[in-house]
């Protein structure tokens, strides 16, 4: 345990999502130390290197290296990005399996550290990848989640802003269930400012509820099209591992989706999934439900059993 105030994040995998993520927590000062773990230590190496020389840029002093997963042992928040990519005519339940045992031996290697923080999962598929690293931790579900859709979330932010010519941070509107193909936004939990997005819709003849359906669709393919054009998506999910990070240092109560443990909510249960919830310096202190209207439980419930069917064929 720790006998000081020093931030410590360690992060696990320094690809493209690893890096961009270490790059927002140096611009915006957010942690004292930051240790980088990689099954290549040369490359974790370089990384720490590089990162160190724009210490003279930043706004606030920072411990930047390569470590081994004994530095856990005191670390406030471990945020984990390894994982592998799929091989050409590899099933999706393949690459679940081998990333599943990569999980695994990640968390084998943090239990013994004697580690007692927060984990913070960003691998893909990551409701998945955050349900194994719960089933194999030592630690309650409240520290241990993942980023979920607070991306996929501020790109419905974000693309409404443009729509409504308002200013996002007065959108509150969500995207929930599965980071993937079966997500989808709760319209009738939706507001604009104070009052609800559907009756702005109704009420100004620019707009029409056909957008939003469109709107959706471009939330829910954005990665498909990043990809298409640079191979891989890591600005964003960096900028949201960021600002999650924030929220638990700075014990922020803030609401932000994130992949929680669901026990009992419209059928599903024994899962990660995608919904808002409260996070402050303890994790998650609570998970903020919604009244779901007949169509968004059927969604929310499908959604769920996509992502319980794959953790049954893991067999974990």
């Not at 990384?47 to 290296?65: C, N, Q, T, V, W």
């Not at 932000?256 to 999934?273: A, E, F, L, R």
Request: charged share 25%.
């Amino acid at each position: 345990m720790k006998i000081d105030d020093t931030r410590k994040v360690v992060i696990i995998g320094t690809g493209f999502v690893g890096m961009s993520y270490a790059y927002a927590l140096l611009n915006q000062g957010i942690c004292d130390e930051l240790a980088l773990i990689d099954i290549d230590k040369f490359k974790a190496e370089g990384e720490a290197m590089d990162l160190s020389h724009g210490l003279a840029f930043a706004p606030r002093d920072m411990k930047i290296y390569a470590a081994d997963y004994d530095t856990c042992h005191d670390a406030d928040i471990i945020v984990i990005t390894a994982g592998v990519a799929q091989k050409e005519g590899e099933s999706r339940l393949d690459l679940l399996k081998r990333n599943a045992k990569i999980m695994k031996s990640i968390m084998d290697n943090i239990n013994k550290s004697g580690f007692t923080g927060i984990i913070l999962v960003a691998t893909n598929p990551v409701d998945i990848m955050t349900y194994i690293a719960y089933r194999y931790s030592n630690l309650p579900k409240q520290k241990v989640f993942g980023s979920g859709t607070s991306l996929d979330t501020a790109r419905l932010r974000y693309l409404l802003s443009a729509y409504l010519n308002i200013d996002s941070k007065n959108i509150h509107a969500y995207i929930v269930g599965e980071h993937g193909d079966s997500e989808f936004p709760v319209w009738s939990n939706a507001y604009v400012g104070v009052k609800p997005l559907l009756d702005v819709i109704s009420e100004h003849s620019e707009y029409n509820f056909a957008d939003l359906e469109n709107i959706y669709v471009d939330v829910r393919d954005a990665a498909y099209k990043i990809i298409d054009r640079k191979k891989s998506t890591y600005y964003g999910i960096g900028m949201a591992l960021a600002y999650i990070t924030k929220a638990i240092f700075n014990d922020a109560n803030s609401i932000i989706p994130v992949s929680v443990y669901i026990d009992d909510y419209y059928g599903v249960k024994d899962i990660y999934i995608g919904m808002p919830a409260v996070i402050n310096r303890k994790g998650i202190r609570e998970i903020l439900k919604f009244n779901m209207d007949k169509t968004d439980q059927e969604r929310f419930y499908k959604s769920g059993m996509i992502l319980k069917n794959l953790i049954n064929e893991l067999e974990l």
